[in-house]
């Protein structure tokens, strides 16, 4: 089965500055590649996606590239602020009938001000 | 739109007592189901996933079991609950298998 590993575990960075978290993939044949945004006691929400005919994608502050070679995508967060302070977890999947997500052990993000 | 609901909110439970959380989907038809748990600080497990009603697969052994007896609901259970239950519990659907997973707001569970 799939495999995702994510780096790093913990990450505090100053306001204003970029945040970078990667992780890689075990299962060339995933295709969809989520990242989702968990803040304290609340549920994760999806803050965006890639597919893999797409090396990146990008939503204002955040973006996220995809390198299917190597089997590693990221995501990107420029100027960061306080409230970018959560949990972020990357995730991985086929997207075919009777697969699921496979998700990463998430990043502890901190911005401090 | 769809929306999931999730219930209830918080819960403190004795060891050894019954479970039965759950949730549900509004807005849309055959919606993968899943349940994952999240310990104290830690990353999402997958417990059940659903592909249809009365179709449940289970990601790891343990305590708990799962449910579909609807379309749109998906239900964790347990007899007799175990110290190491306590978690938050998530609901989550998802329009297609592998793709973007939608989460209900979870289910701080405390054994004690």
């Known amino acids: 089965g799939e495999n995702v590993e994510q780096h790093p575990s913990t990450l505090s960075v100053q306001e204003g500055d970029s945040a970078v978290i990667k992780c890689t993939y075990s299962d060339s044949a995933s295709n969809y590649f989520p990242w989702y945004k968990q803040e304290l006691g609340k549920r994760p929400q999806l803050i965006i996606d890639?597919?893999?005919?797409?090396g990146e994608k990008k939503d204002q502050r955040i973006a996220v590239t995809l390198n299917k070679t190597a089997k590693h995508f990221s995501l990107h967060i420029t100027e960061t602020q306080p409230e970018d302070s959560a949990v972020y977890f990357c995730?991985?999947?086929?997207?075919?009938?009777?697969?699921?997500?496979?998700f990463g052990t998430g990043t502890r993000l901190a911005v401090r001000p | 739109s769809q929306t999931i609901h999730q219930w209830p909110a918080t819960l403190v439970q004795p060891v050894g007592s019954p479970l039965s959380l759950e949730c549900t989907v509004e807005g849309t038809s055959n919606p993968n189901l899943y349940w994952y748990r999240q310990a104290a600080g830690r990353g999402l497990q997958l417990l059940f996933y659903s592909v249809g009603i009365g179709q449940i697969s289970s990601e790891v052994p343990q305590n708990l079991s799962a449910s579909r007896p609807q379309d749109r609901q998906f239900i964790l259970s347990s007899k007799k609950l175990l110290l190491s239950d306590s978690g938050f519990y998530l609901c989550?659907?998802?329009?297609?298998?592998?793709?973007?997973?939608?989460f209900g707001q979870g289910t701080r569970l405390t054994v004690v």
């Open positions: 890639i597919r893999s005919n797409v």
């Open positions: 995730a991985a999947s086929r997207g075919s009938s009777g697969d699921k997500l496979t």
């Open positions: 989550a659907w998802s329009p297609y298998p592998g793709t973007e997973a939608f």
